[in-house]
């Protein structure tokens, strides 16, 4: 098992709760104060996120160690039926009396007293079926009919009911997982282009007619104006603030002004910021550098998987923390329009942290699985198979 990808996820999660309980006080007495004028609570309390957070990481570190001694081609079996389970989930949100909204989506299941996000783990879920499905077309994957098309209608039907939510960020992460699986596994990158152009004129119009996220690109694009800034464009001017508050070495633990109310989404979205504002940049790049170290442990898994599918799987699940942390630092940063998107293992989330642990423990188990034999026959194979193949050789 590769113990420094298994290292870095447990403390990078364990540095997540470390920080929800310093920013997340005050909306933690905000929210339950209004649950004690309800009479759902007897009192106010500054650890309700740290709390729920606590669960939410116990759960999702057992969940990372049984899918680590599940051997993965189980996932490869039952690759179909997950996936058209999680798109039922999917469905379901759509449904009026299902469905669980929160701030502006409607993305949630309300079970109970739990909310789920399914489209958490329809990510897992797409990559074991696309893994599966470019198995299969090994020899075809770089023709325009038989390879490029058939895996343009897969994504579209796939990212359909995610982009009539309408979920911008998690739109946004299919479509980076698919790119760089389809290319890895020998797809032309042309085709991708062409594709990525289609994907714009054709998902962005169905994305764009909710007014929250012309909102959020508006802002975006106009974020010097003086009356943008101070109503669409307040949380990422706030977010700004934090982090050029921060400096090189923070404002110190606990000690941050933007999570009084300030910054929306403190304790989620944005926990970057805050991080930014209590740590400061040097210390920042510490945290940047466990990601970046955990992501390439996670290709050099992919390089080292014993067969296609595992090779496949582990790229899909690296690359969905490559591209979910990219695209939340450029947000916080002012440097993307606003997509809701979570900071891997950081961010409050159980949906999000359980996802990403499972999607962990079974990239450990990949790495268990690989021996020295296994990885050299898949390179012969490679060797054959044309040279986007060799991509990780």
């Known amino acids: 098992m590769d113990l420094l990808l298994l290292g870095l996820a447990v403390v990078l999660t364990l540095f997540g709760l470390a920080m929800i309980a310093s920013v997340s006080v005050f909306e933690s007495y905000q929210i339950t104060s209004r649950l004690t004028q309800q009479g759902l609570m007897q009192g106010p309390s500054n650890s309700f996120y740290l709390l729920r957070s606590f669960i939410h990481v116990v759960f999702g570190l057992s969940i990372m160690l049984i899918t680590s001694l599940i051997p993965y081609h189980f996932w490869e079996r039952h690759a179909r039926t997950i996936f058209i389970g999680t798109l039922v989930l999917l469905l379901a949100c759509l449904i009026p009396g299902l469905s669980a909204g929160w701030g502006t989506s409607s993305s949630w299941l309300r079970l109970g007293p739990l909310s789920l996000q399914p489209s958490e783990f329809f990510k897992l879920s797409f990559i074991f079926y696309l893994a599966v499905w470019l198995q299969k077309r090994e020899q075809l994957i770089g023709t325009f009919q038989e390879g490029f098309l058939p895996f343009a209608t897969l994504l579209v039907v796939s990212t359909f009911i995610i982009a009539i939510e309408p979920d911008l960020g998690t739109f946004l992460i299919l479509s980076g997982i698919a790119t760089i699986m389809f290319f890895i596994a020998g ?175 079974i990239l450990l188990n990949i790495s268990k699985h690989s021996t020295e034999s296994a990885v050299s026959i898949r390179r012969d194979r490679k060797k054959t198979s044309g040279p986007f193949r060799r991509a990780f050789s």
């Open 187 to 361: 797809g032309n990158i042309f085709h991708l282009f062409l594709g990525g152009g289609l994907a714009g004129v054709l998902g962005l119009p169905i994305i764009l007619q909710k007014q929250y996220i012309r909102d959020r690109f508006i802002a975006f694009f106009n974020s010097q104006s003086p009356q943008i800034s101070e109503t669409i464009g307040f949380q990422i001017k706030q977010a700004l603030i934090a982090i050029g508050s921060g400096g090189a070495f923070g404002v110190g633990y606990g000690k941050s002004v933007q999570k009084f109310g300030y910054l929306p989404e403190v304790q989620a979205d944005m926990i970057f910021s805050a991080m930014s504002e209590e740590l400061g940049f040097l210390r920042l790049l510490i945290v940047i550098s466990m990601f970046s170290v955990l992501i390439y442990r996670g290709f050099r898994v992919a390089q080292n998987a014993p067969d296609r599918f595992g090779f496949l799987v582990a790229t899909g699940i690296t690359s969905w923390i490559a591209v979910q942390s990219i695209i939340n630092i450029l947000v916080n940063s002012g440097l993307f329009p606003i997509t809701g998107l979570t900071m891997p293992f950081l961010s409050y989330g159980g949906s999000s942290l359980i996802a990403l642990l499972t999607g962990v423990g």
